[in-house]
């Protein structure tokens, strides 16, 4: 499960994120939506302590972290932040895949290489996790040689390699042609319907609401409004309304 608290992050003089609160319980789906500059991207970035929050708890399973009163002392810092970071797989909006490694050889890189998981068994993860997200048979396939789709879909199987309690993935659609953009959804519905636990930044407001449990509708930093899909179809806040009917008139 993930516990945020009153989580605050300034770039220099901007104040970024306001105070966020929010839990998501084990398997469950969570969207998070919101006009751009709004915080999301720095809000997944936080969990995964690749932006060290100004203030505010961060806890996903046992790990947890407060970075208003973080453990003294730089390895103990440093340990905590390992353990929390390890908790979490990231899925970007583009895939960050090694160019020059194969498509097996990117998911083998986190478990043997960071993790010094045992080669033989993680191959035999990194191949059912393939065929998981569709591209069994692909592993020796290089990026260059897969479609945006499919590269996306190997990020996806890449940041579970890693064995995370949860799944964060920011806009992981975006930046694909729109005929690419349902295989992607369909992975990431199949992890959602076996129980991962997702935080899911997206645009595809019909998608977030098949799927998600909870919804965040976040402005300005701060969470403005949430619940479950009812916050999609029926929002009780404007600034939700106004945001929706953009997006929906956008699509
Ligand atoms: N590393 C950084 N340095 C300085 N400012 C940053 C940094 N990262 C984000 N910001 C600023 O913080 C604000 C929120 O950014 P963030 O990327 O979290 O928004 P977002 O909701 O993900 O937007 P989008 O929908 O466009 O992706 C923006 O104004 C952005 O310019
Ligand atoms: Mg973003």
Known sequence: MIEVHGLEKSFAEQRVLRGVDFTATAGTATAVLGPSGSGKTTLLRSLNVLEAPDAGTVRIGDARLNFADPPAGKAAYRRA??????????????????????V?????EGPVHVQGRDR??????????LAQVGLAGREDAYPSQLSGGQQQRVGIARALALRPEVLLLDEPTSALDPELVGEVLDVVRDLAEQGWTLV????EVRFARDVADQVLFLDGGRVAERG?????????????RRFLSRVLDAG
């Open 81 to 102: 932040v390992k353990a929390l970071r390890a908790r979490s797989g990231m899925v970007f909006q583009s895939h960050h895949l090694f160019p020059h490694k194969t």
């Open 104 to 108: 097996l050889q990117n998911l083998l």
């Open 120 to 129: 033989e068994e993680a191959t035999e993860d990194a191949r059912a996790l």
């Open 200 to 203: 899911i930044v997206t645009h």
């Open 228 to 240: 479950g899909a009812e916050v999609l179809t029926d929002p009780r806040e404007e600034r939700t």
